[in-house]
């Protein structure tokens, strides 16, 4: 369940929009949003949220609440966010559209 609701998190990231380095919903093919999703399942893990594409107005959305309102804000949160501290692994990576 994590996994899945992480993908959908990390693809609406990458397709949000154009920024620096981030493609945008219109050129970002299904391939461009697994990397961006594997970037952002990686940084789940070591905490380094550095190659994860994200737009500069990305937002986080979980159970129906807003809880992540900019790009530096997310990237903030997987560097320092004690709710992912717990995260030290990911298993059965599976991509489906």
Do not use: N
């Amino acid at each position: 369940m994590l996994v899945a609701v992480v993908v959908a998190v990390a693809i609406g990231v990458v397709a949000a929009g154009a920024g620096a380095g981030v493609a945008s919903a219109s050129t970002c093919d299904d391939a461009c949003r697994v990397d961006g999703a594997r970037a952002y399942v990686a940084a789940l893990v070591d905490h380094d949220p550095s190659a994860v594409p994200f737009h500069p107005a990305a937002t986080r959305v979980e159970a129906g609440l807003p809880t992540g309102f900019s790009g530096d804000q997310l990237r903030a949160d997987l560097r320092y966010g004690p709710q992912y501290r717990i995260i030290r692994g990911v298993s059965e990576r599976v991509w489906k559209f």
